[in-house]
């Protein structure tokens, strides 16, 4: 990630997913989609297609109506409603494990680094998917990653965008500590996906190249294929399947 910064958007708002009954679904609207459905319960993309029998198209229909996903509604889920709605300190440790791929093997550091990132982007009202993608590009979820340009942890921030979202925050945030580190990478991506009307590409693209670079000099090669990577990651991770690498 580049050190560009865009300037700081107005405050951000917290989305906070509303409480979800056992029998509680959704019928589709105009415009509706998988993963906005899935952040407006506060639930995972793959959770909703697990429970719904959504293919990889992630393919819905107006009027169809959406089972929301709850503890026990399906043996492929990895947590449940209630847990995914955690948002006071240290729910990244009390919420269950994300499920990003059945036969992926990974040490106690990253699985926590893992759950730092979900428990980070619920809170913050961020696709939990895209978060975890973004955080496998950036450093395959190691908290103790370095850039050669000083980024650090699991989302590679930058001391000087540490310092920019602690601001926001209103707290000082330690890059060295994993939800620390985490809360910062999901801050930046929601207060770029205010200043950029949430388009996909381009908040993707100024995590990694810099919202001014971006709209100075354009999308890098490099960015291209950063974005294309983490959409990757992404739709993996919606699938249930091992991320590798």
């Known amino acids: 990630m580049f050190a560009a910064l865009p300037p700081a958007p107005p405050a951000a708002v917290v989305v ?9 679904s959704h019928r589709v609207r105009p415009g509706d989609t998988v993963g906005g459905v899935a952040l407006r319960y506060g639930v995972t993309r793959g959770e909703l297609r697990a429970a719904n029998d959504i293919g990889a ?27 995914a709605r955690q948002n006071s300190t240290g ?20 699985l926590a680094a893992r759950d730092a990132v979900a428990a980070a982007a619920r809170e913050h009202g961020i696709d939990v998917d895209l978060a975890l993608a973004i955080a496998w590009q950036e450093s395959r979820w190691r908290p103790d990653a370095v850039s ?39 801050m930046l991506l929601k207060t770029l996906q205010q200043s950029s009307g949430g388009d996909e590409a381009t908040v993707l693209g100024a995590y990694y190249q810099g919202m001014t670079s971006l709209k100075q000099r354009g999308m890098y090669g490099e960015t291209s294929r950063y974005v294309a990577q983490v959409q990757s990651h992404r739709d993996t991770i919606a699938a249930g399947n091992a991320l590798r690498g």
């Open 16 to 24: 906070t997913a509303p409480s979800v009954a056992a029998s509680d």
């Open 57 to 83: 198209d992630n393919l819905i229909r107006i009027g169809e109506r959406l089972t929301i996903p709850t503890k026990g509604a399906s043996s492929t889920q990895s947590t449940s409603s209630a847990a």
């Open 91 to 110: 729910a990244a440790a009390r919420s269950g494990p994300v499920r990003a791929g059945a036969s992926m093997s990974l040490g106690a550091e990253r």
């Open 148 to 186: 050669h340009a000083g980024a650090r942890g699991v989302m590679q921030c930058m001391p000087v965008t540490g310092r920019w979202m602690s601001e926001k925050l209103g707290r000082q945030l330690d890059l060295d500590d994993v939800r620390d580190n985490a809360t910062c990478g999901v």
